[in-house]
C-alpha cells in the first residue's frame, strides 16, 4: 500500500496541484504555480525515503509551498473576492494543500500528530489532495458553467464536507461519517453536472470521453468512501484501508482528478471566453 499511496500523492503533487492553479486563471496564483515544483520535488521525494530528519527537512520544502499558497486566500477573502459559492470552493482548494503538508510534515518525522497514527496521516496526505484540493477546485469550475442551484449546492457541499471530515477526525467517527456524508452528496452533484456537460454538444469527443469518464467513477468512488466512514461507526462490515487505497484513492486520482483536469484544460482551450474567471477578464464572470 505504501508505495501505491506514494504514487498518488506524488501525482498530486506534481501535476494536479499545478494543473489546477493553471485553471483558476487568477494571475495572482501565477507565481507560485511556476515556482511549485521546487516546492513539490522535495515533498516527492521525502516520500521514498525512510522516516528521519532528512526526509522530515524535504517534506518541510513542501510545507513552505503549501502554506504560500494557502495564504492566498485569506488575502482574497479579505479583500472581498472569491466569497460566492465557486469563490469559497476555489479558497477551500487553495488551503487543503497545507494541510496535507502538515500531515506530510509529521509522518515523515515519525510523529504522531494530535494522536493520529502514521498510518492515518500518510492516508491524510493524498485525502486533502484530492477530496481536498482537486474536489473543492473542480467544484468551483463546475459551478461557473452551472450557476443554477446544483452548481452553488456543489461548490458549497464540497468544501463543507472536506471541513466536516476534518473535523471529524478530532471529533469521533460519527462526525466523520457526517462529514463523508455530505461530500459524497456533493461529489455526486459534481458528477452530475459533469455528465451534463459531457453530453451537451459542441465539444469534441476527447473532452466528452473525459467528462463522462470522471463522473462515472464519482458514483463508485464515494460510495466506497461513505461504506467505510460508516462501517469505521458502526461496525460494520467494510473495506479495508489497503482496499480503499487501491480503489477509492486510485480512482479518485486517476479517473476523477486527472481525467476532470484534462477535460477542463481542454475545455478552456476550446471555449476561453465562456469559461474565464473574473481577473482574467477584467471583471466578466463565466
Same mark, same amino acid.
Given at each position: 500500500m505504501s508505495a501505491l499511496v506514494n504514487a498518488i500523492v506524488m501525482l498530486g503533487m506534481l501535476v494536479v496541484v499545478p494543473a489546477g492553479l493553471r485553471l483558476t486563471e487568477r494571475r495572482e496564483l501565477d507565481?507560485?504555480?511556476?515556482?511549485?515544483?521546487?516546492?513539490?520535488?522535495?515533498?516527492?521525494?521525502?516520500?521514498?525515503?525512510?522516516?528521519?530528519t532528512a526526509a522530515a527537512a524535504l517534506a518541510c520544502c513542501y510545507a513552505l509551498g503549501a502554506v504560500l499558497l494557502a495564504l492566498h486566500a485569506?488575502? =482574497?477573502?479579505? $479583500?472581498?473576492?472569491?466569497? !460566492?459559492?465557486?469563490?469559497?470552493? @476555489? #479558497?477551500? /482548494?487553495?488551503?487543503?494543500?497545507? %494541510?496535507?503538508a502538515v500531515a506530510l510534515v509529521a509522518e515523515r518525522s515519525g510523529h504522531e500528530l494530535f494522536g493520529f497514527d502514521l498510518g492515518i496521516l500518510a492516508?491524510?496526505?493524498?485525502?486533502?489532495?484530492?477530496?481536498?484540493?482537486?474536489a473543492a477546485l473542480i467544484a468551483g469550475l463546475v459551478c461557473r458553467v452551472s450557476?443554477?442551484?446544483?452548481?452553488?449546492?456543489?461548490?458549497?457541499?464540497?468544501?463543507?464536507?472536506?471541513?466536516?471530515?476534518?473535523?471529524?477526525?478530532f471529533i469521533g467517527d460519527w462526525a466523520e461519517l457526517a462529514?463523508?456524508?455530505?461530500?459524497?452528496?456533493?461529489?455526486?452533484t459534481?458528477?452530475?453536472?459533469?455528465? =451534463?456537460?459531457? $453530453?451537451?454538444?459542441?465539444? !469534441?469527443?476527447?473532452?466528452?470521453? @473525459? #467528462?463522462? /469518464?470522471?463522473?462515472?467513477?464519482? %458514483?463508485?468512488?464515494?460510495l466506497l468512501a461513505l461504506s467505510w466512514a460508516l462501517g469505521e461507526a458502526t461496525g460494520l462490515p467494510h473495506p479495508t484501508l489497503t482496499w480503499m487505497a487501491a480503489?477509492?484513492?486510485?480512482?479518485?486520482?486517476l479517473g476523477f482528478a486527472l481525467c476532470s483536469l484534462l477535460a477542463w484544460r481542454r475545455i478552456r482551450t476550446e471555449e476561453p471566453d465562456r469559461t474565464a474567471g473574473p481577473d482574467r477578464t477584467g471583471g466578466r464572470t463565466a
Open positions: 507565481r507560485i504555480r511556476r515556482l511549485w515544483p521546487l516546492f513539490a520535488v522535495p515533498g516527492a521525494v521525502a516520500l521514498w525515503l525512510p522516516r528521519s485569506p488575502r =482574497r477573502a479579505v $479583500r472581498g473576492r472569491d466569497l !460566492d459559492p465557486a469563490g469559497i470552493a @476555489l #479558497l477551500t /482548494a487553495l488551503v487543503t494543500p497545507a %494541510v496535507a492516508l491524510t496526505v493524498p485525502h486533502f489532495h484530492f477530496a481536498g484540493f482537486a450557476d443554477g442551484p446544483a452548481g452553488r449546492f456543489a461548490a458549497l457541499s464540497v468544501p463543507l464536507g472536506t471541513l466536516l471530515v476534518l473535523v471529524g477526525y462529514g463523508a456524508l455530505v461530500l459524497t452528496v456533493g461529489m455526486w459534481v458528477g452530475l453536472l459533469t455528465w =451534463r456537460l459531457g $453530453r451537451a454538444g459542441g465539444r !469534441d469527443r476527447t473532452t466528452r470521453l @473525459l #467528462l463522462l /469518464a470522471s463522473a462515472a467513477v464519482l %458514483v463508485a468512488t464515494m480503489t477509492h484513492g486510485l480512482g479518485n486520482a
